[in-house]
């Protein structure tokens, strides 16, 4: 096992973007096999060449009941609103915030051995091949954040509420008591922030990170 350290958020390796890898030698599958040592040592779901240290086009991953890595990837959504979701990076530690991800992508590569790969990912894993890829590209997942997701929410100022009439019969329900309860969570029905582990689950919602990859992708990468 070959677990080298992890480079941090303010080194200049994780926005130099990455060099296509030319050469699919002995030194490229050293470098695929210290990935997926240092990911799987740090219980990650995925982890780029450049946080390594290696400003080339690699990455592994770990997620969502999916394993690999792809050398010179290319993506392509699948679809065209991204949502929000929780993540965190490795090179981040102990922060995570709501990022905007598209659902389902198409990436494109090679594998160690020069032969070519083509994963579909969706929900989960379609969020790890694009924190991954943006690795590469000198992105990390806080540069995508918008104002909403970058921090607390400011409180918007108290309104004075304006005088309602009152009813017309004592039992009739307040218009906008009615539509507070029709926009309330039904608890019955599941949280969709809750998703699918595979064949691990948690207590609680946790963030899909590299730094968890039994959630596939919310946390740190």
Do not use: K
């Not at 599958?29 to 210290?34: E, F, G, P, Q, Y």
């Amino acid at each position: 096992m070959s677990v080298r350290p992890i480079r941090l958020l303010g080194d200049p390796v994780l926005r130099g973007g990455s060099a296509e890898v030319g050469d699919f030698d002995s030194g490229l599958r050293a470098l695929v096999r210290d990935l997926w040592d240092t990911m799987e040592s740090h219980g990650g779901a995925g982890l780029a060449a450049p946080q390594l240290g290696e400003p080339v086009r690699v990455f592994a991953y770990h997620c969502a009941g999916h394993a690999g890595h792809l050398v010179n990837p290319s993506l392509r959504p699948l679809d065209e609103q991204p949502y929000e979701g929780p993540e965190g990076c490795l090179s981040v530690p102990e922060v995570d915030r709501l990022c905007p991800r598209y659902r389902t992508v198409l990436v494109r590569g090679w594998n160690m051995h020069g032969e070519p790969v083509e994963v579909v990912g969706s929900d989960l894993l379609a969020r790890c091949l694009q924190h991954e890829t943006d690795h590469l590209d000198g992105v990390v997942f806080l540069d995508r954040l918008d104002e909403r997701s970058a921090g607390p929410p400011h409180p918007e100022p108290a309104q004075p509420e304006p005088a309602q009439p009152e009813p017309a019969h004592p039992e009739q329900a307040h218009p906008e008591q009615a539509r507070s309860r029709a926009t309330q969570h039904d608890p019955a029905q599941p949280n969709p922030a809750q998703q699918d582990r595979g064949d691990r689950s948690f207590d609680r919602v946790r963030p899909v990170t590299e730094q968890d990859p039994y959630s596939s992708f919310g946390g740190s990468h």
